[in-house]
């Protein structure tokens, strides 16, 4: 009978210690009641709680007795100074299996590493109880007693039946503490954000109303609060709308306006409007919805469009006045260059007849005044012959006479020709032309021309006696054509221009390296007219390496051949 009434006692005790968790603030204040609890249920002298370590898997002492502790000064020291791994000691055993441990006598447990070698601590028998949470083991509860006492089992089933129950009940205290803490956060975040922040009851009345929505609308809180929020803030043309569309959601759970952003006109406390961009969305509380909305004036952001827009026509005005400078240029250059070209190639073949006549002078003198006069002619003649070839480009007219044409060929005569130039003569130039290429149908004289143009500036560009590489290849259907120089290569911030009309880098100007800034432009639209590409990469200090690409043409393929005209005049005799 007494065992009975003993164990009913302990069934008493979870009531009891529920209660004593309930009402704790924390976790320490519930555990201390616990320990109370049990002491008086089982009339054991001396409880203590053992806590994590810095969220490890150490335990400590928590400094938390019941009971005469004074009277076990050697407990007392030991507890203080100790730190159990999991698995060591009681403690540490009843936080790795989550179950209470029993010890009958510490004195003689090998596990109790508190009274080792025999050390009286005065106490003989004790037990652990974790506590054991969702996150883990958040505390472990002992208790002692003067006497060697045997396991009662009826005593561990309701301890282990008290830890589950603490466990659950400090999980739903934390998710109360948690869901407040969120809450308050919350709280914080609708009143300190940017935009205005309104929420309404199923009469549309006003229940919430931010820092924000009291400066974007002129009205304070407490005067907000209860009225009617379509009268408050929304203009007269929306209210019969917002109406039928709330009392639409209530009957049917359908709405237009939930969960989309709107851009409408709000209504300020002295009567004025300004546009801003709404969100509304419902949310259930307490068996009843509530409306809320984000509402963010877009006042500056209007401006700034409107801003954006205007910029755009005066941009589109200035676009179309500079195609109207640049097509003025292009006659400009059309008309210099038909103007120049005519004497040029009559000093042409006036200069080949004198190289052939006699005269007074010494014979090696005159002949290299001639070759002064006649180098500085063609590199007239070529320039007049860009600026025209740039003009034909930009109109569309560059005419191109295709035929099947071997690529070594093209390479070949591209570089003789440079060999003639003598600032390109100074580099030796190496040919790398992979076998079995196939034929390009191409416009032979443009395409040595465009090679010509990459020769030349890569010997501008590269110091006097560096190599210059040009090698041939083929990948599936395309030819490619690539030069490149071991010179001071081209900066990113220029690469992406090279191939623009009188465009020069600011390195090219600084070193006073002639041209105008033609050439490439020149052999890229000579691409382009094959259907091709040219590309650029650059190394700055390394070199640069210039490619143009031709699609070979299917066999069988018939090109569209149209009248080149003649692109070059024969001096006079």
């Keep these: 009978m007494r065992d009975r009434e003993r164990e009913t006692a302990l069934l008493a005790l979870l009531d009891g210690v529920t209660a004593a968790l309930s009402a704790g603030d924390d976790l320490e204040s519930a555990a201390r009641a616990t320990l109370r609890a049990i002491r008086k249920a089982t009339g054991w002298p001396l409880g203590h709680i053992w806590v994590p370590e810095g969220g490890g898997d150490r335990f400590v002492s928590s400094g938390a007795w019941t009971g005469a502790v004074r009277e076990f000064p050697l407990l007392y020291q030991a507890t203080a100074a100790t730190r159990l ?74 301890l282990a039946s008290l830890s589950r129950q603490m466990g659950r009940v400090i999980d739903r205290h934390r998710a109360r503490q948690e869901a407040e803490a969120a809450r308050r956060r919350l709280e914080q975040v609708v009143e300190t954000s940017v ?66 952003r709107l851009e409408l006109a709000a209504l300020r406390s002295d009567g004025s409007e300004f546009p801003a961009e709404m969100v509304f969305w419902a949310t ?34 200035v676009v179309a006045r500079l195609q109207e400078l640049d097509r003025a240029k292009d006659e400009f250059i059309d008309t210099v260059g038909h103007e120049l070209r005519t004497p040029l190639v009559s000093v042409l073949g006036y200069l080949e007849i004198l190289t052939l006549g006699n005269d007074d002078l010494p014979p090696g003198r005159r002949l290299r005044m001639l070759d002064a006069m006649t180098h500085n002619a ?45 600032r390109s003569s100074d580099h030796p130039v190496l040919v790398r032309v992979d076998a079995g290429l196939p034929l390009v149908r191409a416009d032979r004289g443009l395409l040595v021309r465009a090679l010509n143009a990459l020769l030349s500036n890569a010997a501008k560009f590269s ?69 091709g590409t040219i590309t650029a990469t650059s190394v700055p200090g390394e070199g640069s390496t210039f490619t143009l690409t031709l699609r070979v043409p299917d066999p069988g393929e018939v090109p569209a051949v149209r009248d080149l005209g003649d692109r070059r005049e024969a001096p006079p005799p």
């Excluded at 209860?226 to 203009?235: A, D, K, Q, R, S």
């Excluded at 919805?289 to 963010?296: M, Q, T």
């Excluded at 006479?401 to 070949?412: H, L, N």
Aim: charged share 25%.
């Design 284 to 317: 259930r509380e307490a068996d009843t919805w509530i409306f809320n909305a984000f509402v963010h004036d877009i006042t500056d952001r209007r401006r700034v469009e409107q801003a954006l827009r205007e910029a755009y026509a005066q941009q589109q005005a």
């Design 463 to 531: 110091p006097a006696g560096s190599p210059i590489t040009v090698s041939a290849s083929a990948t599936g259907d395309t030819v490619s054509i690539a030069v490149s120089d071991a010179g001071a290569g081209i900066d990113a911030e220029d690469l992406p221009h090279v191939f623009d009309r009188f465009y020069r880098a600011r390195s090219s100007t600084e070193a006073a390296i002639q041209g105008i800034g033609l050439g490439l432009t020149v052999a890229k639209a000579i691409a382009e007219a094959h259907h």
């Design 85 to 158: 791994p999991a698995g060591t000691d009681i403690v540490g055993r009843a936080a790795a299996t989550g179950e209470p441990v029993w010890s009958r006598d510490v004195t003689r447990d090998p596990l109790f590493t508190r009274a080792r070698h025999g050390a009286d601590i005065g106490v003989r028998a004790a037990f652990a109880l974790p506590v054991a949470t969702a996150d883990g083991v958040a505390a472990v509860l002992e208790f002692f007693c003067h006497e060697p006492v045997e396991p009662d089992e009826s005593l561990l089933r309701v």
């Design 378 to 422: 063609l590199r007239l003649q070529r320039l007049v012959e860009d600026l025209l070839a740039v003009t034909t480009t930009a109109g569309g007219r560059l005419s191109v006479d295709s035929a099947p044409t071997p690529v070594d060929e093209i390479i070949a005569e591209a570089v003789q020709a440079m060999s003639a130039q003598a």
């Design 195 to 260: 935009e205005a922040f309104v929420s309404v009851d199923t009469d549309d009345r006003i229940v919430g109303w931010n820092a924000t929505a009291e400066r974007m609308f002129g009205i304070p809180r407490d005067q907000a609060i209860g009225t009617v929020l379509h009268e408050t803030i929304m203009p007269v043309r929306y209210r019969e709308d917002y109406q039928a569309d709330l009392a639409r959601f209530l009957t049917t759970g359908k709405s237009r306006l939930m969960g989309r």
